[in-house]
């Protein structure tokens, strides 16, 4: 679980309507999640898109496009809320199976860019201003292969890690679809659409899971169920260019999402004392400063050492052993989740996108072999995804796929 600057969150949204805990909500009926979405090129500021003036009131948050060059869902600051969903296409022919992912990709981007916008059709979506949507699509590498799609040559499912103890009815998908919101009622409604039109176009679905963020104050890092913070260590503009997005050409404004549902020992970590915790996580639990730092932001120095010549950050601790450092300062940009299915079900819905999934594969085996966290984790759901590029007004989602 890396869990090494800050995921930025939305806070156009009144802090009542964020999403605490998790509740089952039904739209009408039973709803899956499904998400697809594009990069706003409305003007950023500090975080938070800026809204229409209004004369005499607060300016109203705007809609956020869903037509871009990059999807919204990784460009856009993160959500309190989150839902994901995995979909299968039947096993039949490269040219049935392609002519299938075009009319389900077609389908979920007009879903989905109708929702996110100013005035979404279903009643459901409208009186409560704009939805703020955003959301991703992506491509298994399965589906990939079997259909001769035009993805990263890097693309790949995960090897095995010792530890593992992944579910395959929550693993893995031909697409792999995120939507995230300031609330669960713009989920629920928008999933429930999302996976009509897929399924009508001929998508089944594989799994869905649902997932949240604590109440912060704009900027600031969000814990994770362990009261870590979580994601703290994310890479500026310069180094996602670099690590993150793809390189020059087809895939420029592509990257790779890996998803990794980490069911977590809350009550076994949280007996631990105060002093050990910070010790198996590299950082101090009350504000997240590195150990021998000053500041949370603070680059961890995982060479520093006591007087007595031990490691001022053990050499087990979870920063350290997922740290850039050891991978020529390669970073992943995480935004991940928190989900509660039950007592005995709940833990972190680890994502994190990258521009080649071996970085992960480096990062997970030095952790499987040595994080004293290890103990109070365990993996039990894993997927890998090419993130694609978004599309503009008059083009077509996923149209890299097949030159």
């Known amino acids: 679980m890396p869990t090494e600057q800050g995921n930025a969150q939305d806070s156009s949204r009144p802090a009542a309507t964020r999403f605490g805990r998790r509740r089952a909500l039904l739209a009408g009926g039973a709803v899956l999640a ?7 090129d409305e ?4 975080g938070r898109a800026t809204g229409r003036a209004t004369t005499g009131a607060p300016a109203a948050p705007a809609a956020i496009p869903f037509h871009g060059a990059r999807q919204a869902g990784v460009t856009l600051p993160q959500q309190p809320a989150t839902h994901l969903l995995s979909f299968d296409l039947p096993q039949n022919s490269a040219a049935t199976g392609r002519k299938t992912l075009r009319g389900v990709l077609g389908v979920l981007a007009r879903t989905l860019a109708t929702a996110a916008s100013d005035s979404p059709p279903d009643p459901r979506l409208q009186g409560g201003g704009a939805t703020r949507l955003t959301s991703l699509v992506g491509i298994g590498p399965s589906l990939a292969t079997r259909l001769g799609l035009n993805v ?3 693309l790949g499912e995960l090897p095995p890690f010792p530890g593992d103890r992944l579910e395959p009815h929550r693993s893995k998908g031909d697409i792999l679809v995120q939507l995230c919101a300031a609330d669960r009622w713009t989920l629920a409604v928008v999933a429930e659409l ?6 009508d176009a001929g998508a089944v679905p594989r799994w ?3 997932g949240f963020l604590p109440h912060t104050t704009p900027g600031t890092t969000p814990r994770n169920l362990f009261g870590s913070k979580d994601g703290i260590a994310n890479p500026g503009h310069e180094a996602a260019e670099r690590w993150v997005w793809g390189p020059p050409g087809a895939h420029r404004n592509g ?9 977590m020992d809350v009550t076994g970590f949280a007996a631990l004392p105060e002093g050990r915790r910070d010790r198996v996580i590299g950082r101090r639990d009350r504000d ?3 150990l021998g730092g000053t500041a949370e932001h603070d680059e961890p120095d995982i060479y520093a050492k006591n007087p007595d010549g031990s490691y001022v950050i053990p050499a087990t601790a979870h920063v350290r052993l997922a740290s850039p450092r050891f991978d020529g300062g390669a970073r992943m940009l995480r935004r991940s989740y928190s989900y509660d299915d039950g007592p005995a079900d709940r833990g972190l819905l680890f994502c994190a996108f990258m521009r080649e999934p071996a970085q992960f594969t480096r990062v997970q085996n030095r952790l499987a072999a040595l994080d004293a966290l290890a103990p109070f984790l365990q993996h039990r759901a894993s997927a890998v995804a090419y993130i694609l590029p978004g599309s503009p007004p008059d083009g077509t989602l996923g149209e890299q796929l097949w030159t």
Do not use: E, W
């Open 194 to 199: 999302a996976d009509r039109a897929a399924r």
């Open 208 to 210: 869905t899971q649902t």
């Open 152 to 154: 990263p040559d890097s």
């Open 255 to 263: 990257t790779v999402l890996v998803y990794r549902r980490i069911r």
């Open 34 to 40: 499904a998400g697809v979405g594009a990069v706003a």
């Open 288 to 290: 997240g400063v590195p």
């Open 43 to 46: 003007p950023v500021r500090d």
